[in-house]
């Protein structure tokens, strides 16, 4: 017997919320790094970010990572990774380096914005150099702060930048 002995009934209403669950949860999902998004959505930048414009990476400069723009070309001491649609991004606590790839050829840039939790102005790292690229930008960060990297894509004509965006967990500059 169910709720209120009415046989059935609280299997039905489990069922029931079961079912809605799901729905929300494929509803809210962002999108994943390499499916088409449904419409650009604007992001704000909190006032004063810094926007740099990375350097590109090329091959043979002695780094561990090829100048592919696949999440496999980063290099393996690369912290938080992390993807969504046409940009891939992630940070190398030696050298304080974000690494920025771009991975649609859909006109814009990837863009990984970097915030800390010790209050110092946030910083976006741009590649504009087109898809199946990589580029990085230094930065020098408290050794005992921490990091976080919000993934997104950017329009060099218009200066805007937009969703699908993620972000990664926060990341302890030195490491460890």
């Known amino acids: 017997m169910g ?6 009934r609280g299997r039905l209403g489990a069922l029931t919320g ?22 650009l959505r604007e992001v704000t930048l909190p006032p004063g970010t810094e926007i740099v414009m990375a ?3 090329a091959a ?20 938080g990774v992390t993807a969504t649609y046409g940009a891939v991004g992630c940070f190398q606590h ?18 990984v914005g970097v915030y800390t939790d010790y209050g110092r102005e946030p910083a976006v790292c741009v590649n504009p150099r087109g898809a199946g ?7 020098d960060y408290w050794e005992k702060g921490n990091v976080q990297l919000l993934v997104m894509r950017y329009d060099g004509d218009t200066g805007t930048f937009y969703q699908p965006q993620a972000r990664s967990s926060w990341l302890p500059v030195d490491g460890k």
């Open 133 to 139: 690229t990589m580029a990085t930008c230094k930065y």
């Open 60 to 79: 043979g400069t002695g780094t561990s990572a090829p100048a592919s723009a696949d999440a496999g070309g980063l290099p393996a001491e690369c912290l």
């Open 18 to 39: 079961a079912a809605v669950l799901a729905v929300s949860v494929m509803t809210t999902m962002p999108a994943l790094a390499d499916e088409s998004p449904r419409g």
């Open 94 to 111: 030696y050298g304080d380096t974000v690494w920025s790839a771009d991975t649609q050829a859909d006109g814009m840039s990837s863009a």
């Open 55 to 57: 350097t590109p990476v």
């Open 3 to 8: 709720a209120r002995g009415i046989p059935g």
